[in-house]
């Protein structure tokens, strides 16, 4: 058998995606520093979102994993953004990540995650990416940016490509997550629609009303499917 014969990894049953997709939403936490953060975080758990996204590309993201990790232990499924590499992937895994997100399909990360018993969710948009993304074994795949296509996209992809959970993310607004999920997505990932300016000022009572209609809009969808 040659390598190109090689069998794609199959598909873990993955309880930590089993967890996030039970609501239905991945709150991404992006800022220049992560000060912010932890009040945040306080404020999406009390308002029942509980899987955290830390980006990389945010000063201070991996002391912040590790702070948010050892805080709410298992209450929250805290993990990591815009991982491109082994050695990212590594260091956010010995932080305490239990997820890790790329904009990109990247096989190595998917692989140190498989073998650290952490989910990775690889960036994709074409069918073509993301069969790609689905053959690294990836317990789902992130659909990226979704503001570049609709949830009729989604619909057209089930077709012939039956199976394979999608969490769209960038672009979506909270009145997008209804036909999104209704579209028969896993979940969906939220930045600045969520979050808004509690990531650089802190939180206040807007983002709670936020993850309040965030939450209702999935469940929404859901019944409508």
Known sequence: MTRADDPAPARPECPITTEITSRGLIAILRAPTAEHFPVIADTLLASGIHAIEITLTTHGALQCIRELTTAYGQEAVVGAGTVMTADQAQACIDAGARFLVSPVSVPEVARTARNAGVAAYPGALTPTEINAADCTGAPAVKLFPASAVSPRYVSD??????????????????????????????????????????????????????CRQALAAVAEGRAAQ
Do not use: F, Q
């Open 157 to 210: 992809l089930r077709g012939p490509l039956p199976g394979i959970p999608l969490i769209p993310t960038g672009g979506i607004s909270l009145t997008d997550i209804p036909a999104w999920t209704a579209a028969g997505v896993a979940a969906v990932g939220l930045g600045t629609p969520l979050v808004g300016a509690a990531a650089t000022e802190g939180a206040d009572d807007r983002l709670a009303v936020r």
